[in-house]
């Protein structure tokens, strides 16, 4: 079975703080992606990944940059928190074999 | 610009009665469809997806049909279970998927089945 994995399930940090949120996947898949999760709003993607140091922008990156310096392990960083981006964030990473994207359990990030 | 959508954010059903889970989208270029349902505090898993050939897929209790003209597709369960309550996303890409072409996810159903 693939396991995307994140690192923490819960988070409560500070406005203007700096968040690593780390994702690791086992399976050796190329691309990764970087979701939040809101209601009312569904799943929006913030930061992909195509291979190891490769990034493009999703349709909401303001306020994020991401690392993929191994393949198996994709971070997102928030810079500065600030209390809007207090979310739901989903890693998955994508499988060429099924055209199924893998997701993470998620981490709940509180911005106070 | 919302290119997937669905309409109902929450539905309601009885348990053993048929759940109808709907999904509209506006780009004709979107040719491979799924559905994912979620858990609160868990990821999305993989429920059954669609590719444009077709205008059904099923598996078990869970079928999806699309309707190309009128870019309309909809999930069915049946029987719902309790363990069915859930929110059910869409998402549809142009290809198969990937970083290349990347899923669109919709808002979400809330389905509660009730016992």
């Known amino acids: 079975d693939v396991k995307v994995t994140q690192s923490s399930r819960y988070l409560v940090k500070r406005t203007g703080e700096k968040v690593f949120l780390e994702c690791v996947q086992d399976m050796d898949h190329e691309n990764m992606f970087w979701y939040r999760q809101d209601p009312g709003l569904g799943l929006r993607l913030i930061y992909f990944s195509y291979d190891v140091k490769m990034k493009e922008k999703g349709d909401i990156p303001e306020g994020y940059s991401v690392s993929r310096e191994k393949k198996e392990r994709f971070s997102l960083i928030l810079e500065s928190a600030s209390t809007n981006q207090t979310s739901m964030y989903l890693c998955?990473?994508?499988?060429?074999?099924?055209?199924?994207?893998?997701f993470g359990e998620g981490s709940r990030l509180t911005v106070l | 610009d919302q290119q997937v959508k669905q309409n109902s954010p929450s539905l309601s059903v009885q348990e053993g009665r048929i759940s109808i889970l709907n999904c509209d989208y506006t780009?004709?270029?979107?040719?491979?469809f799924l559905w994912y349902k979620k858990y609160p505090a868990e990821g999305p898993t993989f429920l059954i997806s669609i590719s444009s050939i077709k205008d059904k897929n099923e598996d078990g209790r869970f079928t999806v049909f699309l309707n190309k003209s009128a870019k309309h597709l909809s999930l069915h369960i049946v029987p719902s279970q309790p363990g069915d309550s859930a929110v059910y996303f869409c998402a549809a890409s142009k290809g198969y998927g990937g970083a290349t072409n990347k899923l669109i996810f919709g808002t979400g159903t809330l389905l509660a089945v009730q016992p």
């Open positions: 780009n004709s270029m979107f040719d491979y």
């Open positions: 998955a990473s994508w499988s060429s074999n099924t055209g199924e994207l893998f």
